[in-house]
């Protein structure tokens, strides 16, 4: 049985492992999510992503700043954004012990060195992340700091919590929440490196560090190594043949219009600003939230 039939929608669009929805509605998300055919499919293989506006791709904001940039100077240049992160933290030791720091310094200079020597035809370093490297962008991830990492959620309605955080007003017509199946992805991604070639997307979660954000997000990082957006990298990787009962990226486009209804209903279930960031920015997302509804209340 196919995935739209047993979801009872017909799908937009499909192509290649990515599979598009367009819903009439939030509501009509959170009633999948309570179909029990729903749960079955997502049985923990699916990751979730909520984005503002469903034209945006998944990228790193790393990889889009790097879009104008020759691709042969993009490891080169993460190189030295990590180092210069690095150099900088140095004056914070509560964010990150000086050994940790020590440790990264030390691989980011065989990382450059390597580079160096792969420009000059000679030997070629696999560029892997190590966890040290891990721990340090994920620092940076919730600071504005540009990464090659994605966030990413275990759980559908702290997605859709996201995927309804808007940071400008007027919001987009639409917002998207994306099913990423990691199980797949990670079969996929091993295949590649068997065949000598690096394009592939690892899934990394950080030991070290501030954990806070992404253990309140029940969450963990996706890192995507070619330059490609993830809906690419997928489309280019599998066929249209490939699982068509559980797709490896689905896209469900849903209208902004009843966001504060959504919010509400997201609180019920336990899906708040409070909970998904556990620190200052949450008490002042809240605050901010119920100012927005005191000023709709009639006296």
């Not at 029990?36 to 293989?45: N, Y």
């Not at 490891?75 to 509560?94: A, D, S, T, V």
């Not at 691989?107 to 035809?121: L, P, Q, Y």
């Not at 891990?134 to 540009?146: F, K, M, T």
Request: one cysteine or more; proline letters at 4%; hydrophobic letters at 35%.
């Amino acid at each position: 049985m196919t995935f739209s039939r047993t979801l009872k929608y017909s799908a937009s669009s499909s192509r290649n492992g990515l599979h598009q929805f367009l819903l009439s509605s939030y509501r009509e998300f959170l009633d999948l999510f309570s179909d029990a055919a729903f749960k079955d499919l997502f049985d923990g293989d699916y990751l979730f992503r909520g984005q503002e506006n469903a034209l945006w791709r998944l990228e790193p904001s790393l990889t889009r700043s790097l879009r104008s940039v020759n691709s042969e100077r993009h490891n080169e240049l993460r190189i030295k954004h990590l180092r210069n992160f690095c150099m900088q933290l140095r004056g914070y030791p509560n964010l990150v012990q000086p050994e940790h720091l020590r440790r990264t310094l030390e691989n980011i200079e065989r990382k450059h060195m390597g580079h160096i020597n792969s420009t000059a035809g000679q030997r070629v370093v696999h560029d892997t992340m190590v966890q040290d490297e891990v721990d340090l962008w994920s620092i940076g991830q919730h600071r504005g700091l540009a990464t090659p990492l994605l966030d990413w959620s275990r759980s559908p309605l702290d997605a859709l919590f996201f995927a309804f955080d808007f940071s400008k007003s007027p919001p987009p017509t639409y917002c998207a929440l994306f099913a990423f199946n990691m199980k797949l992805a990670t079969e996929r991604s091993k295949i590649i490196r068997d065949q000598g070639r690096t394009n592939v997307i690892d899934f990394v979660e950080p030991i070290g560090g501030e954990r806070s954000r992404i253990l309140a997000q029940n969450g963990l990082f996706s890192l995507c190594t070619s330059s490609l957006p993830i809906e690419h990298w997928v489309t280019s990787n599998f066929s249209s043949e490939d699982h068509a009962d559980k797709p490896v990226l689905i896209k469900f486009v849903i209208p902004t219009e009843e966001a504060e209804k959504c919010q509400w209903e997201l609180g019920v279930y336990g899906a708040t600003a409070l909970k998904l960031f556990p620190d200052l920015e949450g008490v002042c997302k809240s605050c901010n939230s119920r100012f927005e509804n005191q000023k709709g209340e009639v006296k």
